[in-house]
């Protein structure tokens, strides 16, 4: 029995597990038993019978892991054959769909031929009507053609007669227009002529004068510019400093910049025959002489003014 019971539970690894656990129990046990006086020790019928349940309890466990093993495999086996069944019925369903729908397309042709095949008919007899009525059409408008070019051929006899009597009548008038018009042109040129003339005299008179009153006035005008210049320098000189060391032969030429009053915004001095001492006492005068003064005439109005200063 020994031997046997090995084996089973050598080979099934669960109720080896099993057996692990309850020999460390039973040692569990017998070590409290050792320890204590009071409770006598464990007979090994006893210990016997506690590794046969074990194994037991392990066939058990097996037997039922195998039923639900099997339990498992019928419930895949049947899944499948319904599912096989269930393909088969839908490659049924579908194969009678694909037949009823063959047979609706085989009908929809059929009743489509007989559609074309009437329609067909009804557009030949519309065909021969339309080609009977153009016939008739045809006729009846080259009969009305050729009476209403009797009609054309009429009414452009008469159009003809009309046009060149009225051909005619024009030239005549046309005639009498050129001449007259050529009249009126040769009076118009002459009349054109005269006043042309007497326009060039008066225009030539005009001009004269217009040449003598600009003369009189850049005269004028140069005159006031000289004055105006002159009414500077001298401002400019009532202002100077003479140095000690000025002579009668120095000079400078100045250029004064100027706002609309007069007053001096920069003084620049070029060509000078002085020294330094003579340079920077006309700039001096010219800053005091701003505001300068102002030209009598708007037009001789420059921003810069150009003089020369040379001490007298």
Not at 158 to 175: F, G, I, N, S
Request: net charge positive.
């Amino acid at each position: 029995m020994g031997s046997g019971l090995f084996a089973e539970i050598k080979n099934n690894p669960r109720a080896l597990a099993l057996v692990i656990i309850i020999h460390l129990v039973v040692i569990v046990l017998l070590s409290i038993n050792l320890a204590s006086d009071e409770k006598p020790p464990m007979p090994a019928s006893q210990k016997h019978k506690i590794i046969d349940a074990v194994v037991v309890d392990a066939k058990k466990y097996d037997e039922r892991k195998k039923q639900e093993k099997l339990a498992v495999q019928k419930k895949i086996t049947d899944k499948k054959a319904a599912e096989k069944k269930r393909l088969a019925e839908k490659k049924k369903k579908q194969e009678l769909e694909r037949k009823k729908n063959l047979e609706k397309k085989h009908l929809a042709e059929k009743k489509k031929k007989q559609q074309q095949a009437a329609e067909k008919k009804k557009a030949l007899a519309l065909a021969k009507k339309k080609e009977a009525d153009r016939k008739v059409k045809e006729t009846k408008a080259r009969e009305k053609q050729a009476r209403d070019k009797q009609v054309r051929e009429k009414k452009e006899r008469e159009r003809k007669a009309e046009e060149k009597k009225q051909k005619e009548l024009e030239e005549k008038q046309r005639l009498e227009a050129e001449k007259k018009r050529k009249q009126e042109e040769e009076r118009q040129r002459r009349a054109e002529e005269k006043a042309e003339f007497e326009r060039a005299l008066i225009e030539e008179e005009r001009r004269e004068e217009e040449a003598r009153r600009q003369a009189e006035r850049a005269a004028r005008l140069q005159t006031q510019r000289q004055q105006y210049i002159m009414l500077i320098a001298q401002k400019v000189e009532n202002n100077w400093l003479r140095p000690a060391t000025t002579s009668e032969e120095q000079s400078c030429e100045i250029i004064v910049t100027q706002t609309m009053m007069g007053d001096v915004i920069d003084v620049v001095l070029q060509a000078c025959t002085s020294d330094t001492a003579f340079q920077r006492s006309v700039e001096r005068a010219v800053r005091k002489a701003s505001p300068l003064p102002l030209p009598p005439d708007p037009e001789l109005f420059d921003r810069k003014i150009y003089f020369k200063f040379k001490p007298r």
